[in-house]
């Protein structure tokens, strides 16, 4: 019972994770893919330091019950796996509720200088920045106010 109890908060405790990863990503902007990967490894390694926690204090591999210890190993395997590809399930569906991803062309350097191996990279950007309709609309309504207003005067561009 001990053992489901573990993997339960286990599996909270990752989701939460989760959540608040996908506003790191954005914080430090990295690449969606090594974020993803980035991810799947930290969960999976917290998943085998619980994992191997629980099985020690079964008694170990040589001096628990055979049956107990192999039985928590396989089912445990098998809970962290499936945690891992949920949570890069869900680091997806959060991303898509508070960002939108933006790719862009990285810019060829010299290579003497160094460079990037990646031609592109994915980023997240806030989803007010670009689908802020509303703010396109009084943009506008400004301009064609102040273009109408006799008070205003144009100031013409130096060349």
Excluded at 4 to 11: G, K, P, Q, R, T
Excluded at 18 to 45: E, M, P
Excluded at 102 to 128: A, H, W, Y
Aim: aromatic share 8%; with cysteine.
């Amino acid at each position: 019972m001990s053992t489901v109890i573990l993997f339960i908060i286990y599996i909270l405790v990752s989701m939460m994770f989760t959540w608040k990863y996908v506003d790191f990503i954005k914080q430090k902007q990295w690449d969606i893919k090594s974020a993803r990967l980035l991810l799947a490894i930290f969960i999976t390694i917290i998943g085998l330091l619980l994992l191997s926690i629980r099985v020690a204090i079964l008694g170990g591999i040589e001096e628990g019950e055979k049956n107990v210890v192999s039985l928590t190993l396989i089912l445990g395997t098998v809970i962290i796996i499936v945690i891992v590809l949920l949570s890069i399930w869900v680091m997806s569906l959060v991303r898509k509720m508070k960002y939108m991803e933006v790719t862009f062309q990285i810019p060829v350097n010299d290579p003497t200088k160094g460079s990037l191996s990646e031609e592109k990279m994915t980023c997240l950007v806030d989803r007010d920045q670009v689908l802020n309709v509303q703010k396109v609309f009084n943009h506008t309504e400004k301009n064609t106010i102040l273009k109408n207003s006799d008070d205003c005067k144009v100031i013409e561009e130096n060349k």
